[in-house]
């Protein structure tokens, strides 16, 4: 059985343990019209099909309603059906080991003498939450309604902790960003994510939470729960604005690690094509002076010539001519590529 704790309350106090299901169920049956304030409270973790079809066979939980327990990955939302209220929350915690954001499922059946809790994650462990209610029998005594509230608080509360996380997250990737981390891209979209799967645990619960408060404005046997749904009304619309302002820095964050990721590649640039000029520079100088150098070894080449009848061999002044026409080319030459600034 995946029953994590099972007890019959009445007024305020914990009245028995059953030690199965059935027997709690027998005795609701037996308690039917006690009265308010005697109701189980069954706190399931990851249930079968089989346990959930048990529950709703004796409590008449509605067919859809526990469809939806089953398969999970439900929003959350409030639904009521004739007498039976189904809520679904989704949870959130932040895992340091990991610098990830978590988000499980808690769905809650509650009628006027039952309140059954189907966990589809280890955490959050709800012990804690029943052990507060146990020491505040008044409240305790307001019946499932009170259990409901106490959840959402757990819930809301519990929220606080990633945004925590989620703010030394935000802290250290500005860091990267102007630190010109490459990898910096990827985190920031890895922690968007987790931003917006927040968001869409946190959002749907000002919906929930507004009902909520709607039905208790004009009870003066529920101004307790009024007031204690009200403050986590409160905290959740802190934290879905905390989420937003979040979601809107790390967009902005992107922008300028964009910005900062052209203006690097700018600069990259603009030193490639300073290299690339002063390379061309080099380039010119070592082929003005091989232009230069070359026009007298093509005169030497001519004179060099070992052919019998060539004028300029039998000149007298042939010699003295071809240094002269050495020295005219290559001065025409540099002066050529001195005024082109080659040189």
């Known amino acids: 059985m995946t029953v994590v704790d099972n007890a019959v309350y009445v007024g305020g106090t914990r009245d028995s343990e059953p030690d199965s299901l059935d027997r709690t169920l027998e005795l609701l049956r037996d308690r039917d019209g006690d009265g308010p304030g005697g109701f189980a409270w069954i706190g399931l973790l990851r249930p079968d099909k089989n346990e959930l079809d048990l529950l709703a066979r004796e409590l008449s939980l509605p ?11 439900q929003r959350p939302k ?12 989704r949870p959130a915690w932040y895992v340091d080991e990991d610098e990830d954001v978590q988000v499980g499922e808690i769905h809650l059946f509650l009628g006027h003498d039952f309140v059954v809790t189907v966990r589809h994650a280890e955490t959050p462990e709800l ?4 052990q507060r209610l146990e020491d505040d029998p008044e409240l305790l005594g307001l019946g499932p309604r009170a259990v409901l509230y106490a959840v959402l608080d757990r819930v809301v509360d519990d929220y606080r902790p990633v945004l925590r996380g989620l703010r ?9 960003v102007f630190g010109g981390d490459p990898s910096v891209s990827r985190r920031i979209y890895q922690l968007s994510r987790e931003v917006i799967e927040l968001q869409r645990s946190v959002e749907p619960l000002r919906d929930v939470l507004a009902g909520l408060l709607t039905e208790t404005a004009d009870d003066e046997s529920r101004v307790v729960l009024h007031r204690g749904m009200r403050d986590v009304a409160d905290h959740q619309a802190q934290t879905s604005e905390s989420a937003e302002n979040f979601r809107q820095l790390l967009g902005n964050i992107l922008q300028v690690n964009a910005a900062l ?6 600069e990259e640039m603009r030193k490639l094509s300073e290299t690339s000029l002063a390379q061309g520079e ?3 100088r070592i082929s003005s002076w091989a232009a230069i150098l070359f026009a007298p070894s093509l005169i030497g080449a001519i004179y060099g010539m070992n052919f019998e009848h060539i004028p300029e061999t039998q000149w007298t002044l042939g010699y003295p001519f071809a240094l002269g026409l050495m020295v005219l080319a290559s001065l025409t030459l540099y002066i050529v590529f001195s005024k082109r600034g080659w040189l």
């Not at 409030?78 to 039976?84: H, N, T």
């Not at 030394?168 to 990267?176: A, H, L, R, S, V």
């Not at 990721?261 to 700018?266: E, I, M, S």
């Open 168 to 176: 030394d997250d935000i802290d250290q990737i500005e860091t990267q």
């Open 261 to 266: 990721v052209g203006q690097r590649q700018n």
């Open 127 to 130: 012990s804690s939450v029943r």
């Open 78 to 89: 409030l639904e009521r059906y004739d007498d039976v209220e189904f809520v679904v929350l």
């Open 282 to 284: 080099e380039v010119k």
């Open 63 to 73: 067919a859809l309603a526990v469809e939806d327990a089953v398969h999970a990955h």
